[in-house]
């Protein structure tokens, strides 16, 4: 069975980091891009980067250009996302997802919580 299991989430100061993990496993399909999203309360979910499986190729949403960076490990099917720099307006649930492109969501984890806060 296709699962996605995301850790690392936690409470942490501005200005702190978090790395969180997401680990793939049972996909019996071949899916090209990893995503992670975020969703804070009363808000709808928003795209915050993604990377391709194949290349490595990565994009982020302007909102964590320069304090985020994901990363992959293809032998572990396992993708980060190092966030530095955090600010409360981070503070949302954090979830990946594969899917064939950037920005589009198939296969969901359950999410990880980050919480941003003094």
């Known amino acids: 069975q296709a699962q996605l299991v995301e850790s690392g989430g936690g409470l942490v100061q501005p200005g702190g980091s978090l790395r969180l993990s997401c680990t793939a496993s049972?996909?019996?399909?071949?899916?090209?891009?990893i995503n992670w999203f975020r969703q804070a309360p009363g808000k709808e979910r928003e795209g915050v980067s993604c990377?391709?499986?194949?290349?490595?190729?990565?994009n982020y949403t302007d909102l964590v250009k320069g304090r985020f960076t994901i990363s992959r490990d293809n032998a572990k099917n396992t993708v980060y996302l190092q966030m530095n720099s955090l600010k409360p307006e981070d503070t949302a649930v954090y979830y990946c997802?594969?899917?064939?492109?950037?920005?589009?969501?198939?296969?969901w984890g359950q999410g990880t919580q980050v919480t941003v806060s003094s």
């Open positions: 049972g996909f019996t399909y071949i899916y090209y891009v």
């Open positions: 990377i391709s499986k194949s290349d490595g190729r990565t």
């Open positions: 997802a594969t899917g064939p492109r950037c920005w589009y969501g198939e296969h």
